[in-house]
């Protein structure tokens, strides 16, 4: 009953994260801020230093967290800072929440995934940590390349043996890649979105 409980408050906990997302961006739509993304840049730079700080704090919380896909963050990033600022604020929220999910499944452990993920998605990556250094490679490639559930496969990490230098060496080294791509990739047809827009 506990599990179930909070189970449910942590998907309402989501539930209203992504609504005031929708929310604000119905606010910046009105405010002609998506677009342009001129507009977009100047409002963010009217926040000095806070914008900064409050968008990698946004990352690393939407990665212990998630409200929306990580790659709409990694968007958001580059749109508001610029592809070099951005990057930077991407990488650094999201290193810091990847490192906060770790260290959150390793105090609680098993438990914690099943109360915040699917049983199918436990089910399908559960093999990996069967050989803890088959784990360790192919943690290694998901989070070099944009393809798995990367935030819950921090948390699966966390519930291994893996060590706390193995599994930041892995993020701080891997993550770059896959953060540049999204932005790449994202960014383009974000571009292209609003030309179509305007």
Same mark, same amino acid.
């Given at each position: 009953?506990?599990?179930?409980? /909070?189970?449910?408050?942590?998907?309402? @906990?989501?539930?209203?994260?992504?609504?005031?997302?929708?929310?604000?961006? &119905?606010? =910046?739509? /009105? @405010?002609?801020?998506?677009? !342009?993304?001129?507009?977009?840049?100047?409002? &963010? =730079?009217?926040?000095?230093?806070? +914008?900064?700080?409050?968008? *990698?704090?946004?990352?690393?919380?939407?990665?212990? &967290?998630? &409200?929306?896909?990580?790659?709409?963050?990694?968007?958001? +990033?580059?749109?508001?800072?610029?592809?070099?600022?951005?990057? *930077?604020?991407?990488?650094?929220?999201?290193?810091?929440? !990847?490192?906060?999910?770790?260290? *959150?499944? %390793?105090?609680?452990? %098993?438990?914690?995934? %099943?109360?915040?993920?699917? #049983?199918?998605?436990?089910?399908?990556?559960? !093999?990996?940590? #069967?050989?803890?250094?088959?784990?360790?490679?192919?943690?290694?490639?998901?989070?070099?390349?944009? *393809?798995?559930?990367?935030?819950?496969?921090?948390?699966?990490?966390?519930?291994?043996?893996?060590?706390?230098? %193995?599994?930041?060496?892995?993020?701080?080294?891997?993550?770059?890649?896959?953060?540049?791509?999204? !932005?790449?990739?994202?960014?383009?047809?974000?571009?292209?979105?609003?030309?179509?827009?305007?």
């Amino acid at each position: 009953m506990t599990r179930s409980v /909070n189970r449910t408050v942590f998907q309402a @906990a989501s539930l209203f994260g992504l609504l005031l997302c929708i929310a604000a961006a &119905v606010w =910046a739509w /009105n @405010a002609g801020l998506l677009t !342009s993304q001129e507009r977009m840049q100047a409002f &963010v =730079a009217s926040c000095g230093a806070a +914008g900064g700080l409050l968008f *990698v704090a946004f990352q690393a919380v939407q990665v212990v &967290v998630p &409200v929306l896909p990580g790659g709409l963050g990694c968007l958001a +990033g580059v749109v508001l800072f610029g592809p070099a600022l951005g990057f *930077v604020y991407n990488y650094v929220g999201i290193c810091i929440g !990847s490192l906060l999910a770790f260290a *959150v499944a %390793r105090s609680c452990g %098993r438990p914690l995934l %099943r109360l915040l993920f699917s #049983e199918k998605l436990l089910t399908k990556y559960s !093999s990996w940590t #069967e050989q803890n250094n088959r784990f360790a490679r192919l943690f290694a490639l998901a989070i070099f390349f944009p *393809v798995a559930p990367d935030d819950f496969l921090c948390y699966l990490a966390g519930t291994t043996s893996m060590t706390w230098r %193995r599994f930041t060496a892995i993020i701080l080294l891997g993550k770059p890649l896959s953060i540049a791509l999204y !932005s790449l990739g994202l960014t383009v047809l974000f571009q292209q979105i609003v030309g179509w827009l305007a």
